[in-house]
């Protein structure tokens, strides 16, 4: 994205499987950072994530999740935020084209991803309820709650991989809600 006024093309390049760089391996050059900002194709900044590299007219932001981007996007200097379009060959660029060429059947897969996610997270709940209360201190204090959803082991392994499967969809979206999403983290 060029910032107004800019005649700069500016590309992120995120690597959500790299390690954060020590300062040490900074200094040095030496590894990959997660993040580095490229201007006109010449690599002009790196960094651990979350990171706002400093741009003219502004900062762009990026941050990452569990399972992919959360945040990316452009803060001009007053204020204004505008999502910046990701490269059209990354997971995202490929999810927001199947946006655009198929919206009813991208709302149906966000609705779907978003319903898994709310009953991983009422499931989760529960169950963590059921496991607190069953310390014997907090049970003298509150009581005991037993979970009224008993699940077999194959709907726990179906439920977790369900719900990591909608993170990663929610993440290609550009979607994070901090409560739901980090539920299947």
Known sequence: MAPPGN??????D?????????RRQHEKAVGKSPAALYRDGVQVYR?????AFPV?????????????????????????EHTLRPDPRSQEGRRARFGRRFPRASTVVGVVSLAILLV????????????????PLVAAHIGTFTSPIHLPTWAKITL?????????????????????DSVAS
Not at 14 to 22: E, G, H, N, S
Not at 73 to 79: A, I, L, M, P, Y
């Open 7 to 12: 005649s700069h093309v500016y590309a992120v």
């Open 14 to 22: 995120v690597r959500y499987l790299a390690d954060a760089k020590t």
């Open 47 to 51: 960094a651990n994530l979350p990171v």
């Open 56 to 80: 003219p007219g502004g900062v762009i932001e990026v941050a990452t999740s569990a399972f992919g981007l959360k945040r990316l996007r452009f803060v001009e200097d007053d204020g204004r």
């Open 120 to 135: 991983a997270l009422t499931v989760s709940l529960l169950h963590g309820a059921d496991a607190l209360t069953r310390i």
């Open 160 to 180: 977790g991989g369900a719900g990591f499967l909608a993170a990663v969809e929610r993440a290609s979206r550009l979607r994070y809600n901090r409560l739901i």
